[in-house]
């Protein structure tokens, strides 16, 4: 099956910096897409995209399907940032999960 | 439009009791996936139910089952609860399956005793 890595495995910030996730994939997909879970355990979406880039105010993403890898970057991070990100990569009739990027934000 | 439903939050039971878990997906998906979120073992794919039709299994012993009625709602059942069973069990909704968005429920987390 696909395999899916992501990193770094974890990540402290400085409430104000920012930073890139990157996730690398093995096979050509059909299906990309970033998840934020929160304490609490909810997958929240951030962004569907299988290839192009893509914004959403402070967050943005890239993936680059020719090369297999995805990247996620975070500016001017808050405390809210804080939690798991996980990259999915969605293949013939599964997805996949990567391990996640543990990011915590200090103030 | 309501988003995923998950009933219930959250469940404790003993080992070797059976739990059913319940997953409403949004209106007019036909796609539910479930899966499975240890600290060990991240998040792993159970099912897929596509139109009261399971289309695709995980690597997870016969113990985990599933079904989907006709109004596109699912249900997950484990039997003969282990401990290691203890974890928190997803379910997303999707209009078609794996190449489509995947939404996600709020999850039950589940402890078996």
């Known amino acids: 099956g696909i395999q899916v890595e992501q990193s770094p495995p974890d990540l402290i910030l400085q409430e104000g910096a920012n930073s890139t996730l990157r996730c690398n994939f093995s096979?050509?997909?059909?299906?990309l897409q970033w998840f934020h879970q929160n304490p609490w355990g909810q997958l929240i979406n951030l962004f569907y995209i299988p290839s192009g880039t893509k914004q959403n105010g402070r967050l943005s993403a890239t993936t680059v399907a020719t090369e297999r890898y995805s990247l996620l970057y975070i500016s001017s991070s808050q405390t809210t940032d804080s939690g798991v990100y996980f990259c999915a990569i969605g293949g013939y009739q599964k997805v996949t999960f990567g391990i996640g990027t543990k990011l915590q934000v200090i103030p | 439009k309501a988003g995923v439903t998950q009933t219930p939050r959250y469940l404790i039971k003993t080992r070797g009791q059976q739990v059913t878990l319940s997953c409403s997906p949004i209106s007019g998906h036909r796609s539910v996936s479930w899966y499975q979120q240890t600290p060990g073992q991240g998040l792993q794919f159970l099912f897929e139910y596509f139109s009261e039709t399971q289309r695709n299994k995980g690597n997870f012993p016969g113990r985990f089952s599933g079904r989907q009625f006709s109004n596109s709602r699912s249900e997950m059942n484990v039997s003969t609860l282990e401990l290691g069973d203890s974890a928190l069990y997803l379910c997303?909704?999707?209009?078609?399956?794996?190449?489509?968005?995947?939404?996600f429920g709020p999850g039950t987390r589940l402890t078996v005793l």
């Open positions: 096979d050509s997909v059909n299906n």
């Open positions: 997303a909704s999707s209009f078609n399956g794996a190449y489509n968005e995947q939404f």
